[in-house]
């Protein structure tokens, strides 16, 4: 309803007489007059902001697991909105790829060993499998008995020189199918001693290594006889 020329010239004529101090003092003391409509009295509705989520079910689903949104992050549905997948990754953020050989991998997942953030000796900081082998407790030895005392040496024989090492392993054709059939890395036998002719690897020197592919340690099976294709 429009406002009478009448009610007008009395609001003007409050106002002059009383002149309040802001807008909020002149609307309570016209009021208390009877001058102002109902509508200039009602309090204006609060806007709100939109939603970041792209469907209720993913609010629900962040309200129900306590998820804080990290700032600044945008969902991949329209209008950077946020999916239930995107809370899912933030919830549970995937793990980073561990640099480490496959030998190494499976030793460490057999036997319970977090190598997590470990630096390994190989290549780039890989992680070898005499490095998780390092990690793992060592298991008490025996009381070893004691030796009988040496009889003192007439004469010293000179020691023969040592050849010097080479670089790189010579392996059998046997050796070189089950490294690539078990995905066993170069850098995995450097340290194996081997007991074929001219220094040449043998099956039966890595078949600690093959067993950890055949017969993990938390396996129920019966264990079958490693082949030596060498003897």
Do not use: C, W
């Amino acid at each position: 309803m429009a406002t009478s020329a009448q009610t007008l010239s009395m609001i003007i004529d409050e106002l002059l007489k009383t002149k309040p101090a802001n807008r909020d003092e002149a609307l309570k003391h016209l009021d208390s007059k009877g001058y102002l409509p109902k509508k200039l009295l009602e309090q204006p509705k609060t806007v709100k902001p939109p939603s970041i989520f792209a469907s209720k079910a993913a609010e629900d689903f962040a309200d129900a697991n306590g998820i804080t949104i990290p700032e600044g992050f945008k969902g991949t549905s329209g209008k950077d909105k946020i999916s239930v997948s995107d809370l899912k990754k933030i919830k549970d953020p995937p793990k980073s790829k561990i640099n480490g050989s496959p030998s190494a991998l499976k030793f460490a997942r057999d036997n319970g060993i977090d190598i997590d953030g470990l630096v390994g000796s190989g290549v780039d900081g890989k992680i070898m499998l005499k490095d998780v082998k390092a990690l793992k407790p060592e298991e008490p030895e025996a009381p070893k008995e004691p030796e009988a005392p040496k009889e003192p040496e007439t004469s010293e024989t000179p020691e023969e020189p040592k050849e010097p090492e080479k670089k790189g392993k010579k392996v059998s054709l046997s050796v070189a199918k089950a490294m690539k059939k078990y995905s066993i890395d170069e850098q995995d036998i450097e340290d194996i001693e081997p007991s074929g002719k001219n220094g040449e690897l043998l099956l039966k020197d890595i078949k600690e290594i093959i067993e950890l592919f055949e017969n993990p340690p938390d396996s129920d099976s019966d264990r079958s006889d490693e082949s030596d294709e060498d003897n």
